[in-house]
């Protein structure tokens, strides 16, 4: 249990537990996924940071490797309808120190980035053939 979190969740309701969780792990998975995750033999300075478009872009993508075509159905139930949904996240989690922050980075990094909708969705695609396939009435 992170108290740090539960502390955010009562002092900004607007989003719950899991879409703070999510956040800190999209920023893993986005460094990961851009070769910036941190390893033990680099230099002291070196530069791990992933801008808000970065970041944004990167949670949608794990949203749908974990979800699935219900990414959007669950960034809804968080109140994540916007980048700008993802950005306020990410500043009240440096807020709580659960994330840091740079010289570079500004809530203004995620305003009205992209439809998360439209991100969500793209390449996801459900026809009334498949339909009846999968309910059984398919050929008769």
Same mark, same amino acid.
């Given at each position: 249990?992170? #108290?740090?979190?539960?502390?955010? *969740? +009562?002092?900004?309701?607007?989003? /719950? *537990? %899991?879409?703070? !969780?999510?956040?800190?792990?999209?920023? !893993?998975?986005?460094?990961?996924?851009?070769?910036? %995750?941190?390893?033990?033999?680099? /230099?002291?300075?070196?530069?791990?940071?992933?801008?808000?478009?970065?970041?944004?872009? $990167?949670?949608?993508?794990?949203?749908?490797? %974990?979800?699935?075509?219900?990414?959007?159905?669950?960034?809804?139930?968080? $109140?994540? +309808?916007?980048?700008?949904?993802? $950005?306020?996240?990410?500043?009240?989690?440096?807020?709580?120190?659960?994330?840091?922050?740079? &010289?570079?980075? &500004? /809530?203004?990094?995620? #305003?009205?980035?992209?439809?998360?909708?439209?991100?969500?969705?793209? $390449?996801? !695609?459900?026809?009334?053939?498949?339909? +009846?396939?999968?309910?059984?009435?398919?050929?008769?």
């Amino acid at each position: 249990m992170d #108290h740090a979190i539960y502390d955010l *969740v +009562r002092d900004d309701p607007r989003y /719950p *537990v %899991e879409a703070y !969780e999510f956040v800190c792990d999209a920023v !893993e998975f986005t460094q990961e996924m851009l070769g910036r %995750e941190p390893h033990e033999d680099d /230099p002291p300075d070196a530069d791990y940071h992933v801008c808000g478009e970065e970041l944004a872009r $990167g949670a949608c993508e794990m949203a749908v490797c %974990e979800f699935g075509m219900m990414a959007p159905v669950v960034f809804r139930q968080w $109140g994540i +309808r916007t980048t700008d949904d993802i $950005g306020q996240i990410v500043f009240n989690l440096i807020k709580a120190k659960k994330l840091s922050q740079s &010289d570079r980075d &500004d /809530p203004a990094d995620f #305003h009205d980035l992209f439809d998360i909708t439209k991100v969500l969705t793209d $390449g996801f !695609e459900l026809t009334l053939a498949v339909a +009846r396939k999968s309910s059984g009435q398919g050929k008769r």
